[in-house]
Nanobody, 115 residues
Framework: QVQLVESGGGLVRPGGSLTISCAAS????????MGWYRQAPGQERELVAS???????KYADSVKGRFTLSRDGAKKTLYLQMNSLEPEDTAVYFC?????????WGRGIQVTVSS
């Protein structure tokens, strides 16, 4: 069973930075796509960033230029570096992975941007 475990969330002030991680139980290049979604209270889950196995990352317009997605195959880990954080970035962030028609989710991690 594939497992995705997020870490690194927490409270950060507006304008600050935070990096969250997603550790996979499998070789991350096994997945067709990996990425991050987020869900704020009362809102639908939305795609933040994703990376196909052999292509460049894609970002939501709201985070372009502020967030950077990267991966470390040796550590089987996906990262999301978040800079210039805004209160609107407050949400539960979920790691996501897909292989063919199978989709996997982490449990989510809280990121709160507040002064």
């Amino acid at each position: 069973q594939v497992q995705l475990v997020e870490s690194g969330g927490g409270l950060v002030r507006p304008g600050g930075s935070l990096t969250i991680s997603c550790a996979a139980s499998e070789n991350i290049f096994f997945f067709n796509t990996m990425g991050w979604y987020r869900q704020a209270p009362g809102q639908e889950r939305e795609l933040v960033a994703s990376i196909p196995v052999a292509d460049s990352p894609k970002y939501a317009d709201s985070v372009k230029g502020r967030f950077t997605l990267s991966r470390d195959g040796a550590k089987k880990t996906l990262y999301l570096q978040m800079n210039s954080l805004e209160p609107e970035d407050t949400a539960v962030y979920f790691c996501h992975a897909r292989v063919a028609s199978r989709v996997y989710w982490g449990r989510g991690i809280q990121v709160t941007v507040s002064s």
